[in-house]
């Protein structure tokens, strides 16, 4: 089984810089695929981010794409969220995710994953 736990969420005015972490557990954590989402209230998840598992390969959603980045560190069993030029827009909670598949490539899909965070609030002040 896979936990995972994100932290770094907080309040912040436009312009500001956070940078999100998921700490994974289990004993596949690090050879699967990863990914941040985001929901605001009443709309849907939304893909934003996702690594393979040995980071050599990312995908940033053309929504967040040149602000955003997903950066793992496999050796701290930990996937980040660096967020630039945040915007009011941003606010929302923020989830990591472990995938499927082992040894697996990026997914960008709600399906993809099966292991999720609780979720850390970013809210993004004017």
């Known amino acids: 089984q896979v936990q995972l736990v994100e932290s770094g969420g907080g309040l912040v005015q436009a312009g500001d810089s956070l940078r999100l972490s998921c700490a994974a557990s289990?004993?596949?954590?690090?050879?699967?695929?990863m990914g941040w989402f985001r929901q605001s209230p009443g709309k849907e998840r939304d893909f934003l981010a996702t690594?393979?598992?040995?980071?050599?390969?990312?995908y940033v959603d053309d929504s967040v794409k040149g602000r955003f980045t997903i950066p793992r560190d496999n050796a701290r069993n930990t996937v980040y969220l660096q967020m630039n030029s945040l915007k009011p827009e941003d606010t929302a909670i923020y989830y990591c995710?472990?995938?499927?598949?082992?040894?697996?490539?990026?997914?960008?899909?709600?399906?993809?994953?099966?292991?999720w965070g609780q979720g850390t609030q970013v809210t993004v002040s004017s």
């Open positions: 690594i393979n598992w040995n980071g050599d390969n990312t």
């Open positions: 289990g004993r596949t954590s690090n050879i699967l695929p």
């Open positions: 995710a472990a995938g499927r598949t082992l040894y697996g490539g990026i997914a960008g899909r709600l399906y993809d994953y099966e292991h």
